[in-house]
């Protein structure tokens, strides 16, 4: 008997063994590309900004199945990340991920990696990639041999700040009249204001600089610019868009899935802005109503004309059934009123009285209708 019960187990842990040598196997046979990620972050200052863990959650969730990946900063060691929602699902995916946040805690140093040994390179943004990667030396040697290589060269938000620098072997600079986008500085006015006097350069000022043909779209709306292997996106809702291109430059398929919440807010928005049909109710477990709400907010903060004010307002009415926030609210029926709609501000600046009786904001709109 015992010798069975060896004999048993020895061939158990020789198909588990073999089974894991495939498994190896099957990994080391991936593309490896290459993650980059800012040093600068400082973990509780909100003046020294780290990486967008979003981005990176995106990146590594949607390219892992496919991609052997790997994470180097400026220092190497611990990124840090700025805050983030725990509950995104591609969030909650990442945080449970040992070798995900493997990387986050050991990231190879940008000094000891070389281009040869990846398809393709991946700059995430976040805050932090304005104060250390546009002048770190050799991540703009690592991106002008794999230029020079012809491998794709990807950037998202923040992330582009690497290659205003960079340099082709002929000393021309590798953005000259290539298309790029990048982190607008609209989008630095409405939702980085406090940023604005720390930051050494705007991103889009810094890009255009460089000779590059900048283009983008509304703040917070997904845009992929590709020119040959060059890929960049504005701002963080770009990213599964861009891992699809990258997905593609590899000669790799795109998964099916169902898009995030948060990009099916973007989506939607996007449809309306170009006047196709958007759905009339919205399902808040496929769709982000918060963030649907945060962007009319700010759109209409900062809308200059009547017809982007008109365009907050739809977007802000579409969600103004599930989120009442007072603020928020009270925003809707300044905009209703500022268009004219007198009677739908009121019924706004009355619930918003409902919520909170001393409300100054509602009790001056009335009073203002009244006289």
């Not at 990946?69 to 591609?90: I, M, Q």
């Not at 030396?137 to 012809?150: G, R």
């Not at 998964?255 to 399902?283: K, T």
């Not at 809308?303 to 103004?320: I, N, T, Y």
């Amino acid at each position: 008997m015992i010798s069975t019960f060896f004999k048993k187990t020895g061939i158990a842990l020789l198909a588990a063994l073999s089974l894991f040598g495939v498994a190896q196997a099957e990994e080391a046979a991936k593309p490896k590309v290459l993650l980059v990620a800012s040093s600068y972050g400082v973990a509780g200052d909100p003046k020294k900004p780290g990486m967008e863990f979003d981005e990176y959650a995106m990146a590594y969730h949607l390219l892992s199945p496919q991609l052997q990946l790997e994470l180097a900063s400026p220092k190497g060691g611990k990124v840090e990340v700025g805050e983030y929602n725990k509950t995104k699902s591609y969030n909650a995916a990442v945080l449970t991920h040992p070798d995900a946040m493997a990387l986050l805690t050991n990231s190879k140093k940008l000094s000891d990696v070389k281009a040869q040994d990846y398809q393709a390179v991946l700059v995430l943004g976040g805050k932090g990639a304005m104060f250390d990667l546009a002048e770190h030396l050799p991540l703009q040697q690592l991106l002008s041999e794999m230029a020079a290589q012809q491998k794709v060269i990807a950037a998202v938000c923040h992330g582009p700040a690497a290659l205003v620098h960079v340099k082709n072997a002929d000393g021309s600079l590798l953005l000259q009249g290539k298309k790029v986008a990048g982190f607008s500085n609209q989008e630095e006015t409405m939702f980085a204001k406090e940023m604005l006097p720390l930051y050494p350069f705007l991103l889009q000022d810094a890009l255009t600089k460089a000779g590059a043909l900048y283009q983008h779209t509304g703040p917070m709306l997904p845009l992929v610019v590709q020119d040959g292997r060059l890929i960049t996106g504005q701002n963080p809702y770009s990213t599964p868009a861009l891992v699809d291109a990258i997905l593609a430059q590899l000669q790799l398929s795109t998964a099916p899935r169902q898009p995030y919440p948060d990009e099916q807010a973007v989506s939607i928005i996007q449809q309306f802005l170009a006047g196709q049909p958007i759905p009339a109710q919205l399902d808040e477990k496929l769709v982000d109503i918060p963030l649907l709400a945060i962007w009319g907010y700010y759109y209409l903060q900062f809308a200059k004309a009547d017809s982007d004010r008109q365009h907050a307002v739809q977007v802000m009415e579409l969600v103004s059934g599930s989120f009442t926030d007072p603020q928020f609210l009270m925003a809707l029926a300044q905009g209703q009123l500022e268009l004219g709609n007198t009677s739908r501000a009121v019924e706004l600046a009355k619930a918003v009285l409902k919520q909170q009786p001393d409300s100054k904001a509602a009790q001056e709109l009335l009073s203002k209708v009244k006289a």
